[in-house]
């Protein structure tokens, strides 16, 4: 390869803000909707033993990504890890997107450039998360009113996960251009061209 295909150094990742280096994620939404169309999200209650944001809630699996794993080997991997999705019922869930988000420290150090790669993976009503690896302490099914209005009011959401479940109510037509006035301003904020180091 040339040489601006060469691997210089790894950061991990819980140090990349400090180097000024992109954070990237992966995240699973598993969701049943009803025959009555009724929309529920799989939300996992982060462990209270995690270093960040402990007891918090992300949805169904979110994880870091690791040198040397594909975004949807490590998607799967995590799936497995932290909820025992089988890898064959990883492997059907659809790619969404990818959203961007700058977050820092209240004071405004320590700014921090995310990407998350997102999937959806439609479940029935048989369907049963369970915590495996001890990053996880609960997992509960969340309508879609609970999700708008702890997105909106709450405050049990890891903060950089409000981007996340917005995004999934948004796609699902949930959060719509007339439920909500700033419709245009959210999907732009969310998918805004950013450097990417």
Not at 57 to 63: E, I, M, N, R
Not at 108 to 134: I, M, R
Not at 158 to 163: S, T
Request: aromatic share 8%; with cysteine; glycine share 8%.
């Amino acid at each position: 390869g040339s040489p601006a295909d060469e691997t210089l150094c790894v950061i991990d990742r819980n140090a990349a803000s400090f180097f000024g280096v992109t954070s990237v994620g992966v995240h699973l939404n598993c969701y049943i909707r009803k025959k009555n169309g009724n929309l529920s999200l799989w939300m996992a209650q982060r462990s209270p033993n995690k270093s960040t944001f402990p007891s918090y809630w992300d949805p169904t699996v979110a994880g870091g990504q690791p040198v040397g794993l594909t975004l949807m080997d490590n998607m799967m991997k995590e799936a497995g890890e932290e909820t025992g999705i089988d890898p064959t019922l990883a492997g059907c869930a659809r790619s969404v997107g990818c959203l961007s988000q700058m977050t820092s420290k209240c004071d405004g150090t320590c700014l921090k450039q995310s990407l998350y790669y997102c999937w959806d993976l439609e479940v029935d009503d048989s369907f049963v998360p369970h915590a495996n690896d001890g990053e996880v302490a609960q997992f509960d099914l969340w309508s879609a009113a609970k999700l708008e209005n702890e997105v909106r009011h709450g405050s049990r959401l890891r903060p950089a996960m409000r981007l996340v479940v917005t995004d999934f109510l948004i796609r699902h037509g949930v959060v719509t251009p007339d439920s909500e006035s700033h419709y245009a301003k959210i999907q732009s904020a969310m998918h805004r061209e950013r450097l990417i180091l």
